[in-house]
């Protein structure tokens, strides 16, 4: 059931360092499996990351900002196909400041596209948004979230530089 006063998203959120982040994509897109191979890409890097909902996330705007959590009750279970559910580590909200678009191959981003900078709104919140690939697998990613995180949200989020070393 919704809480009163929020809006439910079929998507995974996260937290990277200190940013939030929202991955959003049809069942079978990978939302779950990128957010697995963020929260690797980060503890393999001493870097905070934790899972603030897979699947179901809810979201409003708070102080002109897009604030996301889970379902108290899935707190730290993500479900890795073929394998069931695993725990790690959560958070119980988070401010997100990166949309990530998980699409099908008929969607799939320019090899080389010309605006680099895309941008969505949600909530009348508007965020960067990046649309990845369906051919990159997770590990891949991963990688370009956290390149386009250091280039879009560093400035607001200090201390992300660290994961890209």
Request: cysteine-free.
């Given at each position: 059931m919704t809480p009163p006063g929020w809006t439910a998203l079929h998507a995974t959120a996260l937290i990277v360092g200190e940013a939030?982040?929202?991955l959003r994509g049809a069942s079978g897109a990978g939302k779950s499996s990128l957010a697995l191979a963020l929260l690797a890409r980060a503890q393999d890097r001493a870097t905070?990351?934790?899972?603030?909902a897979d699947d179901r996330v809810f979201v409003r705007?708070?102080?002109e900002r897009l604030a996301a959590r889970g379902d108290p009750s899935f707190t730290g279970k993500i479900e890795r196909r073929c394998e069931g559910i695993l725990?790690?580590?959560?958070?119980?909200?988070a401010v997100i400041r990166l949309v990530v678009d998980l699409?099908?191959?008929?969607?799939?981003?320019a090899r080389l596209p010309e605006d680099p900078a895309h941008w969505t709104e949600i909530l009348g919140v508007r965020l960067p948004r990046v649309t990845l690939d369906p051919a990159l697998g997770p590990d891949d990613r991963a990688r370009a979230t956290?390149?386009?995180l250091a280039r879009r949200v560093t400035a607001m989020t200090p201390g992300l530089g660290r994961i890209m070393a």
């Open positions: 939030g982040l929202l905070y990351a934790a899972l603030v705007v708070f102080h725990d790690v580590a959560a958070a119980p909200a699409v099908g191959r008929a969607d799939a981003p956290l390149d386009s």
